[in-house]
């Protein structure tokens, strides 16, 4: 019989964001490339606007579960604890794989279209320290998820920009406040 334990949400967030930590992944990085996507649209967005924004993204559970599931298959491949032949694709990237991709997709649905087209964006450009990532797959790990990841809380942090400054912008406040 399995011993049921119940797990806290503090403790899926804490292992998601110190997963993301131990992979060389800061929350600065993320925050870059929501910046570099959502500044020609919005006039007055900050690096803190973006950083805060990353932040509350990384608060849904949703995320969490993404980033620990893709996180551990990248580790165990990396050790090779795979079995044959899903050790060999995650290992090398493998073009066709796909559930990289849609493992990171799934999280981005609830920001909206502009999430999900600026993931699209980021998956076909590899901006900032997804280019990282990207490079150190071919060379020092397997980082064939996280990149994928990194781009999902990227994406979503936009939409939920782009959307909350529209907010703002028609309820008539300045959008450096609040
Ligand atoms: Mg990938």
Redesign the pocket.
């Known amino acids: 019989m399995r011993n049921y334990r119940k797990v806290h949400s503090y403790e899926v967030k804490e292992a998601a964001l110190s997963k993301l930590r131990e992979r060389g992944v800061k929350l600065e990085d993320i925050a870059e490339i929501v910046y570099e996507m959502q500044s020609p649209y919005n006039a007055g967005l900050t690096m803190e606007d973006c950083l805060d924004s990353v932040k509350s993204v990384l608060e849904k559970r949703e995320i969490q579960h993404a980033l620990l599931v893709g996180i551990e298959l990248d580790e165990l491949a990396e050790k090779g604890m795979l079995s044959e032949p899903l050790q060999t694709l995650i290992a090398q990237?493998e073009g066709l794989f796909g559930c990289?991709?849609t493992l990171a997709l799934g999280s981005v649905f609830s920001y909206g279209s502009i999430g999900v087209t600026t993931f699209g964006h980021l998956d076909r450009h590899k901006t900032g320290i997804i280019k990282k990532l990207d490079t150190k797959s071919n060379n020092t790990g397997v980082f064939?998820?996280l990149?994928?990841l990194v781009a999902s809380i990227a994406a979503a942090a936009s939409g939920r920009i782009a959307h909350r400054f529209r907010d703002r912008e028609e309820n008539g406040f300045d959008v450096d406040a609040g």
């Open positions: 990237d990289d991709e064939t998820f990149d994928d």
